[in-house]
């Protein structure tokens, strides 16, 4: 089955302007997330919900993002860039921030550690034959060595902290987004740059709330 890009297409140029008056201003951003069809990554019954500004259930208990701040994590990512080079996504769920990632990097690697998601990302990614995007099966929490350094790293899950192998896989002067849980059921977005091998630069953004970041792959 082709992806119908048409379908819905009013509904998802409706949720970039609304993300635009909301402070989204990278135009390639916007631009990413007018195109990719939101719709095809969630269930069939929740296709009507699926330009709204909300996270929906994708099975196993996890949940596809918010557009809102989806776009927030990749602008953060971006600033004045036009395009990202070589970028980890951790977490993919159903696969549709990788759609967006790669559009927008000139690689994109998508690690997700509970096997029926994977596959399921998998069959909804195939149509758009993705050629820039590498989808693996493991517990992102080792993130990729072979692959490394990357010069974005962005986690769809929160830990209590950024796992440390993923700081080392980050090139030097890359940038990576994350939520990390507080303990008081809190979760805040961190930006963390790397300025040199040993120095890192951390900037605290918006309170959010995400699935927990869990450890080993199912
Ligand atoms: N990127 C998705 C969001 C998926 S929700 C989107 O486009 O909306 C977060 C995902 O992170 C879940 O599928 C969960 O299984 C996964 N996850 C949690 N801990 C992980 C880990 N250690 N390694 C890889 N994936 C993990």
Redesign the pocket.
Request: aromatic share 8%; with cysteine; glycine share 12%.
């Given at each position: 089955m082709k992806p119908d890009w048409t379908h819905l297409d009013a509904a998802r140029r409706s949720m970039a302007q609304r993300l635009a008056m909301s402070g989204i201003t990278h135009h390639e951003v916007l631009q990413a997330m007018a195109t990719v069809p939101r719709h095809v990554?969630v269930e069939p019954a929740l296709e009507g919900q699926a330009y709204e500004d909300s996270s929906l259930p994708?099975g196993?208990e996890?949940?596809?993002?918010k557009p809102s701040v989806?776009a927030k994590m990749i602008q953060a990512l971006m600033q004045k860039q036009t395009k990202m080079g070589r970028v980890l996504?951790?977490?993919?769920?159903?696969?549709?921030?990788?759609a967006v990632l790669s559009l927008l990097s000139e690689e994109v690697y998508s690690?997700?550690?509970?096997r029926s998601?994977h596959e399921n990302a998998r069959a909804n990614l195939r149509p758009f034959r993705i050629s820039n995007l590498r989808l693996i099966f493991?517990?992102?929490?080792k993130g990729i060595p072979q692959a490394a350094p990357f010069d974005n790293i962005i986690l769809?899950?929160a830990g209590s902290e950024i796992p440390r192998l993923l700081l080392e896989q980050l090139a030097i002067g890359g940038k990576l987004i994350a939520p990390v849980a507080n303990g008081e059921n809190q979760q805040q977005l961190l930006l963390v740059e790397r300025l040199s091998s040993m120095r890192y630069k951390r900037t605290t953004l918006d309170e959010v709330f995400?699935?927990?970041?869990?450890?080993g792959t199912i």
């Open positions: 990554f994708i196993r996890q949940t596809i993002s989806i996504e951790i977490g993919t769920g159903c696969g549709y921030q990788a690690v997700e550690r509970i998601l493991d517990d992102g929490n769809a899950a995400f699935v927990p970041l869990q450890t």
